[in-house]
Each structure stands twice: as C-alpha cells, then as structure tokens.
C-alpha cells in the first residue's frame, strides 16, 4: 500500500499564474481534504471532497478550487497565485462514516508529503 | 467555532527527560482530540487521538495525552525522550465530519 501520494514534490510559479496539485488516496478511502500550512505555521483546512463534490470548505476564496475523481484521486487549482500562496500544500485522506445517510464522522486521516509551492 | 492553542512555540528537554506539550481547545461540542508529529520536509503522522473512550490515550512511540474537560486540555507527555522525538508537533480539534483545525504547532528540541 503506497499510502496517500502527492505530485509534483515541488513547485515554483510566478504571481498570476495557475497551478494544479494532484493527491492520489490511501487505498479504500473515500474522501480527499486539502490542507495550507504555511511556514512556521500549522496546516489550515481548504476543503474536503467525497463522492466528487465539495462537502465542506474552509475559510480560503474561490480562487482555490479542486476535484475529486471517481477513482477517489483529487486535485487542487489555484488561480491568480499571490505571494503569500506560498505553502506546503497537504493532502489527507479518510473514510466517511455515517448513519441512515448522514455523514458524522470520519476514520483517521493518513496525510501525504505534501507539495511545496513557492510564488515568486 | 473551534480553536486550538499550543503553549509554547519551541520546547527543550534533556535526553531522557520528561516531555510535556500543551494543548488546550475550545469547543462548542464534544470534540474529537489528535496529536500530529511532522519531521522535517515530511507529512504529518499521527501519535494518537481522543474519540471519547477513555480519558488517557496511549499513542506510538511512548507518547500518551489526558483528555481533561474540565481544563478543556489534552496535553501530550512522554516519560523519557529520545533524540528521535526532536520534530514539529501539532494538537488539532474537530467536531464530528468536519475538517481538522490545527495549533500552531510546538518545536520539540532534544538536547543530548
């Protein structure tokens, strides 16, 4: 089991450009979530993905934006990167649980690498 | 709205010493408690969780953490450190599906 993989390892962009960061999940997990952990700081929640659509989302605008494959794998887009876009970019995976169609929680996240993009 | 607030930015201990990280959260309900370790240039690994079973959580590599409601706490010990521990270590809370929301995280440094 290769765990929960990233790709690219690293990256460099220029200020308004676009990138996409792709995570492949832990396999039998269902559900991706992103997470921004800029230097010295710890990792803030963008937004979580389960049956390819957008569940829940964290306090980061809409130029952050993603995808959910119906393999599981995901993708993360950036558009107009800004300079403090500048972060390990994290990926987790995880199983939803729930009851009579309600999702209440989730089994262990396993966490990837992670992508280190840097805007210049 | 739920917070995380590690004490203590960077912590120094002894080889073989007693480590103890600080953790307090708020909540609005009960929550789910985690304990992340991060070496260096890597992802985080998880040590150990609190899903409200027991109050003290035993986790990999010797270290445990006490849920305590009353001081909304859930600090993470270890009896003796190794060198091995020196890494990045982050408390994080989440209620239910919801995302993590991390602390800022604590340098643990090993002096030998």
């Known amino acids: 089991d290769a765990g929960v993989t990233q790709s690219p390892t690293h990256l460099i962009k220029t200020r308004g450009q676009q990138v996409t960061l792709r995570c492949s999940p832990k396999s039998g997990h269902d559900t991706v979530s992103w997470y921004q952990q800029a230097l010295g700081q710890g990792p803030q929640f963008i937004f979580q993905?389960?049956?390819?659509?957008?569940?829940q989302r964290g306090n980061f605008p809409d130029r952050f934006s993603g995808h959910q494959f119906p393999n599981y794998s995901s993708e993360l887009n950036v558009n107009a990167l800004l300079l403090g876009d500048s972060a390990l970019y994290l990926c987790?995976?995880?199983?939803?649980?729930?009851?009579?169609?309600?999702?209440?929680?989730?089994?262990?996240?396993?966490f990837g690498p992670g992508t280190r993009l840097t805007v210049l | 709205a739920q917070s995380v607030t590690q004490l203590g930015s960077h912590v120094s201990v002894s080889e073989g010493a007693l480590v103890l990280l600080r953790c307090n959260y708020s909540?609005?309900?009960?929550?789910?408690l985690f304990w992340y370790v991060q070496y260096p240039n890597q992802g985080l690994q998880l040590l150990l969780k609190?899903?409200?079973?027991?109050?003290l959580v035993k986790g990999i590599n010797g270290f445990e953490a006490e849920f305590k409601k009353s001081e909304t706490s859930f600090h993470l010990t270890k009896p003796s450190a190794h060198m091995s521990d020196a890494a990045e270590y982050f408390c994080a809370v989440r209620r239910g599906a919801d995302g993590l929301t991390f602390g800022k995280g604590t340098h643990l440094i090993i002096q030998p």
């Open positions: 993905y389960y049956e390819e659509e957008e569940r």
């Open positions: 987790a995976s995880s199983t939803l649980l729930g009851t009579s169609g309600i999702l209440i929680s989730y089994n262990e996240q396993f």
């Open positions: 609190y899903t409200s079973a027991a109050t």
């Open positions: 909540s609005s309900v009960p929550p789910y």
